[in-house]
């Protein structure tokens, strides 16, 4: 059973550039979520995605930040105009609906570089 | 406040050693409590998970969960360089959200 993958690996964009990072979950879960880890800090939650709906973007920044998890395909978190900031790495999880509250798999992450 | 505090260490400990890595909270609304490894440049890896209080054993493993103290911890024993990593304490308040609260992380280092 594959784990949960993230593509791309690796992401540089320059200032003012869009970023597309995409998580296919772990086969039979249907939940996802998108956590960002900045140096030298923990993991922060931003969106929590089911197929078709978002379910909690509390922790998503207001502007330039969107996910969607559509019934087919992979779920994506964009971020437009990218900054400086931006910069961290940004990890996906998912867990099968019954277990979300704690079994939450994560991927390898995405390593995002605005220059 | 944070709702999470973890020592981010460094800890560095002998081969063999038990190691004790501890997180404490503030919000009572927390039900589930995770403990994570996550190696450089790697994604975490879910190592164990506890409901409210009491302790929990997975080999060299065990977690422990005081609620009334609002502390958690997690020991291993026997340490092995290949425990080497940051272990990451996560939280849930058990609702449908699904929501994470992570500490910092601890970085454990385990020489031969």
């Known amino acids: 059973n594959a784990g949960v993958m993230q593509n791309p690996r690796h992401l540089v964009r320059r200032r003012g550039q869009e970023a597309r990072l995409r998580c296919s979950p772990m086969?039979?879960?249907?939940?996802v979520y998108w956590y960002r880890q900045l140096p030298e800090e923990g993991l922060k939650f931003m969106v929590y995605?089911?197929?078709?709906?978002?379910?909690?973007e509390s922790g998503m920044p207001k502007e330039r930040f969107s996910a969607e998890f559509p019934k087919e395909g992979p779920s994506i978190l964009r971020i437009q105009q990218v900054v400086r900031g931006d910069s961290a790495a940004y990890f996906c999880?998912?867990?099968?609906?019954?277990?979300?509250?704690?079994?939450?798999?994560f991927g390898p992450g995405t390593r995002l570089t605005v220059t | 406040q944070k709702e999470v505090e973890q020592d981010p260490g460094p800890l560095s400990v002998p081969e063999g050693a038990i190691v004790s890595l501890n997180c404490t909270y503030s919000?009572?609304?927390?039900?589930?409590f995770m403990w994570y490894r996550q190696y450089s440049r790697k994604g975490p890896e879910l190592l164990m998970y506890?409901?409210?209080?009491g302790n929990k054993e997975d080999g060299r493993f065990t977690a422990q969960v005081d609620k009334s103290s609002k502390y958690i911890s997690l020991f291993i024993r026997d340490s092995q360089p290949s425990d080497s990593a940051t272990y990451l304490c996560?939280?849930?308040?058990?609702?449908?959200?699904?929501?994470?609260?992570f500490g910092r992380g601890t970085q454990l280092t385990v020489w031969p």
């Open positions: 086969k039979g879960h249907s939940h």
């Open positions: 995605l089911q197929k078709e709906n978002i379910i909690d």
């Open positions: 506890t409901y409210s209080s």
């Open positions: 999880a998912s867990s099968p609906p019954d277990r979300s509250s704690y079994e939450q798999y």
């Open positions: 919000n009572s609304a927390f039900q589930y």
């Open positions: 996560a939280m849930n308040k058990g609702s449908t959200l699904g929501r994470l609260y």
